[in-house]
């Protein structure tokens, strides 16, 4: 299985900061990286499909970046609605796997 | 636009079989160019894919839980499910069905609400 990493494992933040996540995947994946956000008691959102796909719908105060085993989530200005857990996710290889997310609370 | 929701039982013995239904609404499950698949999560932890289906039942499974799991698609009703057998209380998380897109390169855009099952006697 291609293990993932997220750094860090969680992170204070204020409105208006920049916030950078890492996934670190265990081999190669190409670009085959989506990324998620999930709020407490429900299903997780796409945010990011192919490393640096901006998900129709999703704010473009998020952006990707990355390929092959190194990948950045940036949220350039923290809103209000954006604190919550995030995933990255691989889709190169069976079985697929997340990382264990990172969780961006209030500072 | 497409909804999933999830449906079965919310409490299953050790032991016994775990069967969840999945019914897509707002377009046809064979529509497009998707798979359908089942993650789980436990209380407080983190995402696990369970397995995909495509509409001509051609399936994809995680091999931690292949010996268990099976995965059907009924294209009549709209709907795919999950059946895992041999549960104990380690299976107890909230199941999510997701639609994989292709054209997002294996991520998943659309996701069921969840569903809580509890394995317990």
């Known amino acids: 299985d291609i293990q993932m990493t997220q750094s860090p494992s969680s992170v204070s933040a204020s409105v208006g900061d920049r916030v950078t996540i890492t996934c670190q995947a265990s081999q190669g994946l190409s670009t085959w990286l989506a990324w998620y956000q999930q709020k407490p008691g429900k299903a997780p959102k796409l945010l990011i499909h192919?490393?640096?796909n901006l998900q129709s719908g999703v704010p473009s105060r998020f952006s990707g970046i990355g390929s092959g085993t190194d990948f950045t989530l940036t949220i350039s200005s923290l809103q209000p609605e954006d604190f919550a857990t995030y995933y990255c996710q691989q889709s190169h290889s069976f079985p697929f796997t997340f990382g264990p997310g990172t969780k961006v609370d209030i500072k | 636009q497409v909804q999933l929701q999830e449906s079965g039982p919310g409490l299953v013995k050790p032991s016994q079989t775990l069967s969840l239904t999945c019914t897509v609404s707002?377009?046809?499950?064979?529509?497009?160019?998707?798979?359908w698949s089942w993650i789980r999560q436990p209380a407080g932890k983190g995402l696990e894919w369970i397995g995909r289906?495509?509409?001509?039942?051609?399936?994809n499974y995680n091999p931690s839980l292949k010996s268990r799991v099976t995965l059907s698609v009924d294209t009549s009703r709209n709907q795919f499910s999950l059946k895992l057998d041999s549960v104990t209380a380690a299976d107890t998380a909230v199941f999510y069905c997701?639609?994989?897109?292709?054209?997002?390169?294996?991520?998943?855009?659309?996701w069921g609400q969840g569903t809580v099952v509890t394995v317990s006697s």
């Open positions: 289906i495509f509409t001509s039942g051609d399936a």
């Open positions: 192919g490393a640096y």
């Open positions: 707002g377009g046809s499950i064979s529509s497009g160019s998707y798979f």
């Open positions: 997701a639609r994989e897109a292709v054209v997002a390169g294996g991520a998943f855009d659309v």
